[in-house]
């Protein structure tokens, strides 16, 4: 590439992201050559966990704690989509915000148009213990990461030509004055390893997000770095739930499952991964800011 031309933004931010996951010990590999996203119990996994870092150029150190892992994977893809989606104004126009959720956050899911009745339901349960036996806390969901926008304001909406006036469009919510609550786009999940249950978690805060909503459903997405495709399978495969599951290196993936499989004639892994490919289960990261666009 010349270097006078301009360099592809989505790509010049997923090689951000891979410097970055090796930069803070995320993506590493120990004195026993295992990496951090291998289980070390699983033969498979290793090796393909294994050739992914190397083609990331990981250096050795030692794996860190897995949560502190995952909440720097977190922290790491939610300043990916910020510095990729907002900046697609020409494609999806809004004021949107990036925002990772904690423990301690005061955004949660009921701070959004689409349920905000779920803060009221809420205040019912816990002032009546019969009633929060009966009904549970369930439809309390808290995404790792949000992207949302807020409502649009009279003066923006007729500035290119009156599009609204004080007798129509009175309840949509994304019309300043019919609401304050911010307009949730997607909920992303982060799951750095995918181990035993952990992963339905994803799937079951999927259905609450489905089945609690008012209005339009959000773009429902999972983010992982998980190596094992049986794993990815188990919450990739089917529909109904999840809108897609994302890899923070497919290419490297398909490279590494790919040699592994030829290695050991496993040819099975080869065509399950390459199953969730072509049914448009799994995607890489890179197609995430442009998917939230539709």
Known sequence: MPDNEEKALIAEQRKWLHTEIIKRGILAVNANGIATNADKANAPSCAIAANIASQLMSETHERQAGQTSGSKFEAIIAEFLRQTFPRLQHVRPGEWEVMQLGNRSTVH?????????????????????????????????????????????????????????DDTARLTELRARNSDHPLLLASVSVKWTMRSDRAQNSRTEALNLIRNRKGQVPHIVVVTGEPLPSRLASLALGTGDIDCMYHFALYELVRAVKQYGEESGREDIMELLGTLIEGKRLKDISDLPIDLCI
């Open 109 to 165: 899911t009921s701070s959004f148009a689409q349920y905000e009745h779920l803060e009221y339901l809420q205040a019912l349960t816990n002032a009546n213990a019969k009633l929060k036996t009966i009904i549970g806390n369930d439809y309390i969901i808290a995404p790792d990461i949000v992207v949302y926008r807020q409502p649009v304001k009279d003066e923006e909406l007729n500035r290119p030509f009156t599009v609204v006036d």
